[in-house]
């Protein structure tokens, strides 16, 4: 299965960007990369998805490497509500269904 | 426009009790899933589905049931509930399971006490 690796915490201010790195070294080229994020105990909620080029929507920009081995997910302004534990997961194709395995995540904090 | 409908939201159950947390999906998808979360250990899919009449394990499936007689339903059943089943549950959806181009949407979740 394909893992990813992500740092336990990060701090940001407010208003600076926020840089979340994530590292899937043993992606396959069909798998994409998504982000969520899960405020408090909420359901995990999306935020982007990739698979070689770098992305962008009203919520954050993904940044992956020529590679495919590691990427980036940018908030290019936190706000406090932006506090939360985000998740950058591999998409499997498993022969006969697709499936998403989350890891422990990164708990961004935002601060004043 | 619902999305992906969990209930009940709190639940608490005695040892050896059975119930059925409800997941609706109103999106018309073809992939459903279940998740349990616990303490530091991320989210662990326990069950998915990717049409009805079509169910799979995860990598927890043991002590759950599930199936899929509509597009739009995929309860989970504990059949005899253990206190190693505390935790909090969450049903997802998408589209065309085989594409990976297609984000997984989740329901608010169930907090489920077994005492």
């Known amino acids: 299965d394909a893992k990813t690796t992500q740092p336990t915490s990060m701090d940001c201010a407010e208003g600076r960007a926020a840089n979340l790195p994530c590292n899937h070294s043993?992606?396959?080229?069909?798998?994409?990369v998504y982000w969520y994020r899960q405020i408090h105990s909420q359901g995990p909620q999306y935020i982007i998805h990739?698979?070689?080029n770098n992305e962008t929507n009203e919520m954050a920009s993904l940044i992956i490497t020529e590679d495919r081995k590691s990427s980036t997910l940018i908030l290019p302004h936190a706000t406090l509500r932006d506090t939360a534990v985000y998740y950058c997961?591999?998409?499997?194709?498993?022969?006969?269904?697709?499936?998403?395995?989350f890891g422990t995540g990164t708990r961004l904090q935002v601060t004043l | 426009n619902a999305g992906v409908t969990q209930t009940p939201k709190f639940q608490v159950l005695k040892t050896g009790q059975s119930m059925t947390l409800q997941c609706a999906q109103d999106?018309?998808?073809?992939?459903m899933s279940w998740y349990r979360q616990d303490p530091g250990m991320g989210l662990r899919l326990i069950h998915y589905?990717?049409?009805?009449?079509?169910?799979d394990q995860g990598e927890v499936p043991n002590g759950y049931n599930v199936s899929r007689s509509t597009t739009e339903d995929f309860p989970l059943r504990l059949l005899s509930a253990a206190p190693s089943q505390t935790s909090v549950y969450f049903c997802?959806?998408?589209?065309?399971?085989?594409?990976?181009?297609?984000?997984?949407?989740f329901g608010n979740g169930t907090r489920l006490t077994v005492t």
């Open positions: 997802a959806s998408s589209y065309n399971p085989e594409s990976g181009n297609s984000p997984l949407h």
């Open positions: 043993t992606i396959s080229g069909n798998e994409y």
């Open positions: 990739g698979l070689k």
């Open positions: 997961i591999v998409r499997q194709w498993t022969g006969t269904a697709s499936k998403l395995t």
């Open positions: 999106m018309n998808h073809e992939y």
């Open positions: 589905s990717v049409g009805a009449g079509i169910t």
